[in-house]
């Protein structure tokens, strides 16, 4: 079905974007000039943000992707993670450094 | 001739219901044409010249009430991108929209006397039931006979 007829959007291209990386409507409207015109179809473009969000739940029970406006975007999300990693391994590099000096 | 604002407001979704009946299946009709199904096609556009000859219809009785009927306002349209998904979009606007605004329209006229206008309506509802009989029939066909074989019966010759 056609989700928006003023940019003649259909259900998959959502869901082909959704899974290109958009994470709210206004990643959508960005993308593919959904909801930007007559705004009619805003519900059903919210509609399949929680479809893909339950499906991607459904694959994997960690998924961060928020769907509501102003979510953090799969960029930042993994920027996050790089961080924290990358935390982990300082620490551990620390107590390495630490347990060498003791031995010594 | 004054009538009440409340049947004027039910007269105006009625309206509405059936403007955007009138471009889906305006729309759809282009579209199957487009695909080559020029039965379907006939029949759409038969479909959108009705409502728009009951829209009509129903601007003038507005206008008699001393209502104006708004001609601005239009819903979503439910496009589908095959054959089934264009008869079921069709079908979900003859029972959520369309009938239900004549409904709504119907019982505010009769509980406020206006039995030409509740008679002008009722004539909209026989027709909306038609439209939801030959959508539901076309969908059946579908089922049983599977989808190659009907939209082979839709295929006709230009010459």
Redesign the interface.
């Known amino acids: ?2 989700v928006c ?1 003023c940019a003649g959007v ?1 259900e998959r291209d959502i869901h082909e974007a959704l899974d290109r990386g958009a994470r709210s409507v206004k990643d959508l409207r960005r993308e593919l000039n959904v909801a930007n015109d007559c705004c ?2 805003v519900c ?1 473009v919210k509609r399949c943000l929680r479809e893909h969000q339950a499906m991607c739940q459904a694959v994997d029970p960690q998924f961060l992707g928020s769907h509501s406006v102003g979510a953090q975007t799969n960029q930042q999300v993994n920027q996050q993670a790089n961080q924290q990693a990358n935390q982990q391994v300082n620490q551990q590099a620390s107590n390495q450094s630490a347990l060498g000096r003791a031995a010594a | 001739m004054k009538a009440d604002r409340k049947i004027i407001a039910a007269l105006n979704l009625v309206l509405k219901s059936q403007l955007t009946g009138i471009n889906q299946y305006f729309l759809h009709a282009r579209m199957f044409a487009n695909w080559g199904f020029e039965g379907l096609n006939k029949a759409h556009y038969k479909t959108s010249i009705k409502l728009m000859k009951e829209s009509d219809k129903l601007i003038e009785r507005t206008l008699f009430l001393e209502g104006l009927p708004n001609l601005q306002s239009l819903g979503k349209l439910q496009i589908g991108e095959t054959v089934p998904e264009a008869f079921k979009g069709d079908l979900n606007y003859e029972l959520t929209s369309q009938h239900a605004a004549i409904e709504e329209a119907i019982k505010v006229s009769s509980s406020l006397h206006d039995f030409a206008t509740e008679e002008l309506l009722r004539g909209f509802m026989q027709s909306c039931e038609d439209n939801i009989d030959q959508l539901e029939t076309r969908l059946s066909l579908i089922d049983t006979m599977g989808l190659e074989n009907y939209l082979q019966t839709q295929v006709h010759d230009d010459d």
Request: proline residues 0%; glycine residues 0%.
């Open positions: 079905m056609y007829n259909t009619q179809c059903d």
